[in-house]
């Protein structure tokens, strides 16, 4: 095993850079990766590399994915934050991610490249700061479906194994995953400012997110919560129009970007049914599909709560604006969300009835059991006529001057005909954990890359799955 971590060739395209870092010290820590004993390469994602203006001939080396070597410029450091987990208030931070840097893009984006796996940090409260293998290939094929739905998400770059075994529910192999991400700010990253107390921290943080997301936003620090809230709520309806389940919407798990992130206990629903849960550890529904808008207006609360110096220095003046602002989610979620449903049902103009029509559907998919993403595939495609609410939606469909034509192609271009089946994703996991076998791994990220394309006719990627009591966990 490696005794020290070497910086690699910098033909590989790095740029980092370290804003991040130059917030107050409360906000992270230095640390370096851990070497593991034998890195291997297990998935590559090139497009993303080339995105990012890094050479992907040059990126096939699994030390710098595994964290045995950096690239030029790193300067790893984990994060701190804190978190409402199932409502219930804790310090944390960065226990198995390392921060190496932002990569500057050839279009001066700036992306966080981090480490998920890489060892322990200051953060790790007596856990090894290791991942398996498994949890991580799920979130690199979760996330890149996300990307191709058109869902805002971060990425996952690489996979690779450690040759090490990491012990969870038995013994599983190791791996780090290089997860890629417009920032790594959360609303725990605000909370944990403002338990600290510092206002000048809370005030630095602010101007940060401001700066970095949302330098559009003119007005002080409610026009920036005001930008937030917008985004999360045009985020939550993405997630609803393909049956996404987050399963674990953790303050600490909401980033300020307005991307997905974390994708431990997520999946997407088959049956269509309100309540739907899969994660192992959310008894009581709390985070279930029909939840997950409610949970939304409710981590806002919580980032309101902790912004509250900045909103006015009298408290009561304060918890006003607050309470005006958070009061606007509902309304903005649900125009994100009618405008999505329109398009699914080839709906280009809005009627006030329109609310109507598409839950008269949704409460005949859930009394008949029918799979949500194969029902708006089927009345693309005109095979779900024989309903008495097809009627309904044929005669909205006149009151329209678009063509069938033009309906059908919007249509196909707002209902995907593939998304990660928990089965298939299963079988996935397994073939590459279990006997080492990447084959259906690839080919399941192939056939996600394309989920809008109706001219594949892949049955055993659209039929729905039956396992009995499926069930997630939380291993990212």
């Known amino acids: 095993m490696p005794d020290s971590l070497e910086s690699t060739s910098s033909t590989a395209g790095w740029r980092l850079d370290h804003s991040y870092a130059r917030l107050p010290q409360s906000f992270h820590s230095r640390v370096d990766p851990t070497p ?7 998935v590559l994602n090139r497009p993303l590399a080339e995105a990012l203006g890094l050479n992907a001939d040059e990126l096939n080396d699994a ?52 480490l998920k796996g890489p060892g322990p940090t200051p953060f790790s409260r007596r856990g090894d700061g290791r991942a398996a293998l498994g949890p991580m290939l799920r979130e690199y094929i979760i996330s890149e479906a996300m990307h191709a739905l058109g869902i805002p998400t971060t ?68 026009a920036l919560f005001e930008a937030i809230l917008e985004r999360q709520a045009a985020l ?88 005006g602002l958070i009061s606007r989610f509902e309304e903005r979620f649900l125009h994100h ?10 709906l280009f103009t809005e009627e006030s009835e329109d609310k109507d029509l598409i839950q008269a559907l949704l409460d005949w998919m859930r009394d008949t059991k029918a799979d949500f993403t194969n029902t708006f595939r089927d009345l693309t495609h005109g095979r779900l ?7 309904q939606w044929s005669e909205r469909l006149k009151r329209q001057p678009q063509s069938t034509s033009d309906v059908t192609d919007l249509m196909r271009r707002s209902n995907p005909a593939f998304i990660p089946r928990n089965h298939k994703v299963e079988e996935a996991l397994t073939a590459a954990s279990d006997h080492g076998d990447l084959n259906p791994l690839q080919r399941l990220l192939t056939v996600l890359a394309a989920p809008f394309d109706h001219t594949q006719d892949l049955a055993e990627f659209s039929e729905p799955s039956e396992l009995d009591s499926y069930q997630t966990f939380c291993g990212t």
């Open 36 to 42: 593991v004993r034998e890195p291997k390469m297990v």
């Open 337 to 346: 969300w009618l405008a999505g449903m329109r398009t699914k049902l080839g």
């Open 155 to 222: 990425r996952s770059l690489a996979v690779v194994t450690t040759g090490e075994n990491v012990f969870r529910q038995g013994s599983q192999p190791g791996a780090v995953l290089t997860r890629v991400a417009a920032s790594h700010i959360r609303v725990g990253t605000f909370e944990y400012a403002a338990a600290r107390g510092e206002k000048a921290d809370l005030q630095a943080l602010a101007d940060y997110t401001q700066q970095r997301h949302y330098p559009e936003a003119e007005g002080g620090y409610a």
């Open 236 to 323: 939550i309806a993405k997630w609803m129009h393909v049956g996404f389940i987050h399963g674990v919407m953790n303050t600490d798990n909401m980033a300020l970007s307005g991307e997905t992130i974390d994708y431990g206990p997520c999946a997407f629903m088959d049956v269509y049914d309100p309540a739907t849960v899969f994660s192992s550890i959310d008894r009581n529904g709390r985070y279930a599909y029909g939840n997950q808008p409610h949970i939304a207006q409710w981590n806002l609360a919580r980032l309101a709560e902790a912004m509250l110096p900045l909103f006015h220095d009298d408290e009561k003046q304060a918890i006003e604006i607050a309470n």
């Open 63 to 114: 030390a710098v994915f595994a964290g045995n070597a950096l690239p030029p410029g790193a300067e790893p450091l984990a994060q701190a934050y804190a978190g409402h987990q199932y409502a219930h208030f804790t310090m944390l931070g960065d226990g198995r991610a390392i921060l190496l840097g932002e990569q500057i893009t050839p279009s001066s984006e700036r992306f966080d490249i981090q």
């Open 385 to 391: 006529e024989p309903m008495e609410w097809h009627q």
